[in-house]
Structures are given as C-alpha cells and as structure tokens.
C-alpha cells in the first residue's frame, strides 16, 4: 500500500509540474505547438479504445500516433496523445499534421543501432548510422541489429523515419525482415540470413517468457529495396 501511495503521489506532483510547463495550453494553437508534435509507437489493438479518439497512421498492428512532447521528470519520459478535434481547430490534415510530427521526432530523438550487450547491459552508447558506418554493422555476423533512437526514448518508431530502413538496407545489401522486441527497439536480419517463421517464434518466445508493458506487436515486417516499401509479412 506504501508503495501505490507513493506512486499516485509521483504521478500528481508530475501533472501538477505539466502544467505549470504550460504546453497543454497552446494545444489549439498549431503554429506554438507543432515544434512539439511527435510519433510515438503503439500497438493498435491493445490501445483500440483509446486510439478511437486520436491521430495516427496504422502499418500491421503497429500504430504510430500523434503525441506532444513535453520532456523528461525524475527520469521518466512525459508526452501527451492529442486527440482527433483539434484537426478542424488547426484547419491541418492528418497528413499534414504526421509529417510534422515525424520529422519532429527525427530531430528530437535521433535513430541509433546498439549492439545486444548495449541493449541488455548498457555497456557502450547508441552508434549513429545516417552518415556513418557503425561498429554493429562492421561486426554483423547475422545475428541481428537493433535500432533505436537516442536514450531508447520511443525507440521503435527508428525503423520509420524517413531513409532510415533505406540507409540500412544499403549497409547491409539487403532486403530486411524486422521485428519489435518491444516500443523501445527493433531488430533487423538480412533477408537472405533468416526467414519470417524463425523471427516470429524469437518474437513469441520473448513476449511469453519475459512479458512487458512495453510491448509492440509479434508480427514481422520486410523492408524491401527496390519499392522502397515497408510491409507485413507474418
């Protein structure tokens, strides 16, 4: 009991901290808040409900939905989904209003590959790929990589920021099959390396033993070069 109530006190001194912030307010003003409008990933079927009432875009069972960035207290990541009447208040549309937020989250949360000793023990930091050529991809033996974005925050949106799938795919030569270990990374394999089936039973496996708050989906995803296309294969 000690422990909830030292919880819930947490989480009203946190909201009484937004919104002495003030960022909720300017919500119906689009040219104070579009700077902050990010993408942060969610799994549309065990967030349906909430989602009836928000903006997104939908690939398989992963939802990248419209939220506004407001920082980081006491350690914990703080945004806010907006909700879908502010459309009409912004005189935007859907699109427009994703690709902002988009490029926004491309800017503020930077995409990253980590190699599975950083993941799991944060033994070295996040290695920028856009421009460079990182040690996870010299050493890639196939085991797989994993992509992210600076500090983990909403880390699994990486894979669908623009060029990113492309730049990968073309330092690895390949097509790419991925899949979510959860909304903080995803992992990427050769194509020619692994099949669906055997990422979808790792993906399985995970989600029955470990479990998580965090988690995404279970289904597989092919990047594939030539459309330059992201799709669901499993």
């Known amino acids: 009991?000690?422990?909830?109530?030292?919880?819930?006190?947490?989480?009203?001194?946190?909201?009484?901290?937004?919104?002495?912030?003030?960022?909720?307010?300017?919500?119906?003003?689009?040219?104070?808040?579009?700077?902050?409008?990010?993408?942060?990933?969610?799994?549309?079927?065990?967030?349906?409900?909430?989602?009836?009432?928000?903006?997104?875009?939908?690939?398989?069972?992963?939802?990248?939905?419209?939220?506004?960035?407001?920082?980081?207290?006491?350690?914990?990541?703080?945004?806010?989904?907006?909700?879908?009447?502010?459309?009409?208040?912004?005189?935007?549309?859907?699109?427009?209003?994703?690709?902002?937020?988009?490029?926004?989250?491309y800017r503020l949360f930077p995409p990253r590959t980590v190699d599975v000793y950083s993941l799991c023990f944060g033994l070295s930091e996040e290695q920028e790929f856009m421009h460079t050529v990182p040690e996870t991809v010299k050493n890639n033996q196939g085991d797989g990589i994993f992509v992210t974005t600076v500090n983990y925050v909403n880390g699994a949106i990486a894979v669908f920021m623009p060029g990113v799938m492309e730049r990968l795919s073309e330092l690895l030569e390949s097509d790419i099959y991925f899949g979510f270990l959860n909304t903080e990374a995803a992992v990427i394999h050769k194509s020619n390396l692994v099949s669906p089936g055997v990422i979808q039973d790792a993906l399985r496996f995970q989600n029955h033993n470990c479990g998580s708050e965090e988690f995404l989906s279970e289904k597989v995803y092919f990047y594939s070069r030539e459309r330059d296309r992201i799709e669901v294969v499993g």
């Not at 967030?47 to 992963?62: C, M, R, S, T």
């Open 1 to 105: 009991m000690e422990e909830i109530v030292e919880e819930v006190r947490d989480a009203l001194k946190m909201a009484r901290q937004v919104s002495e912030m003030g960022v909720l307010d300017k919500v119906d003003r689009y040219d104070e808040i579009r700077d902050s409008l990010i993408l942060r990933p969610l799994n549309y079927d065990a967030n349906a409900e909430k989602l009836d009432k928000g903006i997104f875009y939908q690939i398989g069972d992963v939802a990248l939905v419209l939220y506004i960035n407001i920082g980081s207290m006491k350690d914990k990541y703080v945004s806010s989904m907006v909700s879908s009447n502010v459309l009409s208040i912004w005189e935007k549309t859907k699109k427009e209003v994703i690709e902002t937020a988009i490029r926004n989250t």
